[in-house]
């Protein structure tokens, strides 16, 4: 059974950094690209960065450019996401999500990231 | 940048057909997916490179796709299916960059 945990969500201070850890099981993690996703409250789904199996590929949505880094351990069959300079904006619940094809597939349940002062 | 546009909600019966529209530019050349979500709840694909259905979902969802518009539909709609649902897909840069329509908010009553 596929399995997506996340963790590392919390308060933290406009200017802050956090970082996510996404833990994955039950299928071949090295093989697959993967995505992180945010739903802001009361929101709609926002796309936030991918990365390639091997990690050599990356893109992030504009509204994180230049703050977020997306990476990923292969041999701990886990992906990451470096938060820096948060703004109140990037408050949101955030999901790792795997990719097939050119789409997420299994998600997740989620980590929230507050960030307020 | 590159934008899916969905309508805000739809509303069926109990047992009347959905339809739930995407449009983007794109679309011609790129795949749509679909995510149903409830309230509190992670996303579900329930469609996948257009119109590909995955395994447990129920064969009342399909997809399609023409032009630069993508549908899912809903046949026989429940009450259970009512949900938040998003539409999918890449730009046509070639890379993987994401983009989510704005949903629409399905009521079956």
């Known amino acids: 059974e596929v399995q997506l945990v996340e963790s590392g969500g919390g308060l933290v201070q406009p200017g802050g950094s956090l970082r996510l850890s996404c833990a994955a099981s039950?299928?071949?993690?090295?093989?697959?690209?993967m995505n992180w996703v945010r739903q802001a409250p009361g929101k709609g789904l926002e796309w936030v960065s991918y990365i390639s199996s091997s990690g050599s590929t990356i893109y992030y949505a504009d509204s994180v450019k230049g703050r977020f880094t997306i990476s990923r351990d292969n041999a701990k069959n886990s992906l990451y996401l470096q938060m820096n300079s948060l703004r109140a904006e990037d408050t949101a619940v955030y999901y790792c999500?795997?990719?097939?094809?050119?789409?997420?597939?299994?998600w997740g349940q989620g980590t929230l990231v507050t960030v307020s002062s | 940048s590159y934008e899916l546009t969905q309508p805000p909600s739809v509303s069926v019966s109990p047992g009347q057909t959905a339809r739930i529209t995407c449009s983007g530019d794109a679309l011609p050349k790129k795949y749509a997916y679909w995510y149903q979500q409830k309230s509190g709840q992670a996303p579900v694909l329930v469609i996948y490179e257009d119109s590909k259905r995955p395994s447990g979902i129920p064969e009342r969802f399909s997809g399609s796709s023409s032009g630069t518009m993508a549908t899912l539909t809903i046949s026989g709609a429940q009450v259970e299916d009512e949900a938040d649902y998003y539409c999918?897909?890449?730009?046509?840069?070639?890379?993987?960059?994401?983009?989510f329509g704005g949903g629409t908010k399905l009521t079956v009553l």
């Open positions: 999500a795997r990719v097939y094809g050119s789409g997420p597939d299994y």
């Open positions: 039950g299928f071949t993690f090295s093989s697959y690209e």
């Open positions: 999918y897909s890449t730009d046509s840069s070639g890379n993987h960059k994401g983009v």
